[in-house]
């Protein structure tokens, strides 16, 4: 319970979907947003401190994917999709659960496949339309196969953890083009985004049907 306000040396000039833009997302998304890993805040700081950009492998956990595996080039790399998460009890998503086919499509978006395959991907994600996608298939309700013609070495990385990687709302991104306006940003982490006071603040509530549990103390 309670408030927490703290300061922040940079904040966006808009609330800029990641598809239109390249890194400014990061500070209003996170925790709006979730990708399919996150750090494991749970591990010992000797492991691993966190206080660098660079996360290992090793020092990630599953967050909208609860596990994963690949083929031994690689390809195809497979994700199965945590049950249970909901997006916000906002519209138009209104608290329906998160399903592989808003993985899919999402990926379809950034990459520039199925639907997408005209309008092509995003042009400020270079990292992600690089990747040789072949396809990405929502196989199942909770699993998604994504498929490359060749195997890169920061492929799982980038699928998993990439700042362009979050999940965002189908329903919204169908019914206004993108997930520009703060206003109708849904997400399925921890926090809403309930006010943003351009130059000043933004203000986040708790979501209170959050899918999580603290990685030390699994009772909160």
């Known amino acids: 319970g309670g408030t927490f306000t703290f300061h922040t040396f940079q904040l966006p000039q808009t609330m800029a979907d990641p598809y239109l833009a390249q890194f400014e997302t990061t500070h209003t998304t996170a925790g709006v947003a ?3 890993l996150v750090g494991n805040w749970g591990i010992s700081r000797d492991e691993f401190d ?25 390809r195809p790399i497979t994700f199965h999709i945590r049950e249970g998460v909901r997006w916000h009890d906002k519209a138009p998503m209104n ?16 990459a520039g496949l199925g639907e997408f ?3 092509g991907g995003s042009p400020h994600q ?30 799982l990385r980038n ?6 990687a979050w999940v965002y709302p189908p329903e919204v991104i169908k019914e206004h083009g993108d997930a520009n306006d703060w206003r109708k940003l849904v997400g399925t982490g921890p926090y809403e ?3 943003w006071v351009t130059e000043s603040s ?8 959050y899918w999580k549990y603290d990685e030390k103390f699994p009772e909160n």
């Open 159 to 164: 699928l998993l953890i990439h700042h362009a």
């Open 193 to 195: 985004l309930t006010e």
């Open 117 to 119: 395959t005209e309008t």
């Open 95 to 110: 608290g329906r659960e998160l399903t592989a086919k808003d993985v899919e499509f999402n990926w379809h978006r950034m």
């Open 50 to 74: 966190f206080k660098g950009m660079f996360k290992p492998m090793t020092a990630l956990t599953g967050s909208l994917a609860e596990s994963w595996e690949t083929s031994m080039d690689g």
């Open 34 to 36: 979730e990708v399919l």
């Open 202 to 209: 933004v203000t986040f509530t708790k979501n209170p049907n």
């Open 126 to 155: 270079g990292q992600i339309t690089a990747i040789p996608f072949e396809s990405v298939t929502a196989t199942d309700r909770y699993t998604v196969v994504f498929k490359t013609t060749e195997a890169q070495t920061d492929t």
